[in-house]
């Protein structure tokens, strides 16, 4: 049985720096696709980074581009999403994901289909 647990979120100011862990239990990352999302209150869920832990492919949104980075720790089984630069509009639960795709078809998209998902972990960026 797959299981991720996220970590590290919490409150700071906008300017602030935070980072979240996915540890994965229950299957290597060594081969997966994996992604974080976010769902801000009334919000629907949107993606906002993925990699490909095959060989560390990454991708973004365009709204974290430069300020988040998502990597890997393939001896920890874990992920990690650096968030620099935060910002209020930034404020959410996050969630990780992983599915078993190929390269190529390791996006967004595909990834929000996954049946593994972790608990969530809050975010708050105060103005």
């Known amino acids: 049985q797959v299981q991720l647990v996220e970590s590290g979120g919490g409150s700071v100011e906008a300017g602030g720096s935070l980072r979240l862990s996915c540890a994965v239990s229950?299957?290597?990352?060594?081969?997966?696709?994996m992604g974080w999302f976010r769902q801000a209150p009334g919000r629907e869920r949107e993606g906002v980074a993925r990699?490909?832990?095959?060989?560390?492919?990454?991708g973004y949104r365009d709204f974290v581009k430069g300020r988040f980075t998502i990597s890997q720790d393939n001896a920890k089984n874990t992920v990690y999403l650096q968030m620099n630069s935060l910002k209020p509009e930034d404020t959410a639960i996050y969630y990780c994901?992983?599915?078993?795709?190929?390269?190529?078809?390791?996006?967004?998209?595909?990834?929000?289909?996954?049946?593994?998902w972790g608990q969530g972990t809050q975010v708050t960026v105060s103005s």
């Open positions: 229950g299957y290597a990352v060594s081969n997966l696709c």
């Open positions: 990699i490909y832990t095959g060989d560390g492919d990454a």
């Open positions: 994901a992983a599915r078993s795709l190929s390269r190529s078809n390791c996006g967004l998209v595909n990834l929000a289909a996954s049946p593994y």
